[in-house]
């Protein structure tokens, strides 16, 4: 059983991204932000646990990252929906993360020699979207209203997301044009 707990979490973690957003949608921002910080939990339990107790699998190493990221895109959409996060940086989260996305298929169509490892930066702006998104949640949750602070961290969020979409582009084009391992 424990070498299936990692993944389990992360499918808990995959089945809390719509309820968060359905929660957000509702207006229970209480119970929205309980969901969104026990994924966070989940997040951090699952890969402490593959990794104490060997328990890594390929599956895993995709359905993680697969959960996290619905979690992220759900709750950015609902955002947006409800009139909180800027369209600008809605779309430019997404088109980071889809650009991403796009390069490390092409790598895999391509046969390029591209390991897909997190980056630091890319971490980092995981890590930031998740405060900001949890900043809102907490903001929502307790009727409170900083605009100016949350512009400011909506410019935060977009630096970090471009700075790893600029990353991983750069990894992409050095494996297209090198044939060289690159990560």
């Known amino acids: ?27 229970d921002d209480g119970a929205a932000l309980a969901v969104f910080v026990a994924a966070g939990f989940s997040d951090l339990l699952d890969g402490r646990l593959a990794r104490t107790f060997r328990v890594t699998s390929r599956f895993g190493a995709w359905l993680d990252p697969a959960a996290d990221k619905l979690l ?47 980056l630091l930066v890319g971490k980092a702006n995981t890590a930031v979207q998740i405060l900001y998104i949890g900043a809102w949640l907490l903001l929502l949750a307790f009727d409170l209203d900083v605009p100016s602070q949350m512009l400011a961290a909506a410019y935060g969020v977009a630096l970090f997301a471009l700075l790893s979409a600029f990353a991983y582009a750069h990894l992409f084009l050095r494996a297209l044009f090198s044939g060289g391992r690159t990560a």
């Open 1 to 27: 059983m424990l070498r299936h707990l990692p993944n389990l979490l992360s499918a808990l973690r995959l089945a809390a991204a719509p309820l968060a957003a359905w929660l957000m949608l509702e207006g």
């Open 72 to 118: 992220m895109i759900l709750c950015f959409l609902v955002l947006l929906w409800l009139g909180h996060a800027p369209l600008w940086l809605v779309v430019l989260v997404l088109a980071s993360d889809a650009a991403i996305a796009l390069g490390a298929a092409l790598s895999w169509a391509l046969g390029l020699p591209l390991r897909m490892a997190p």
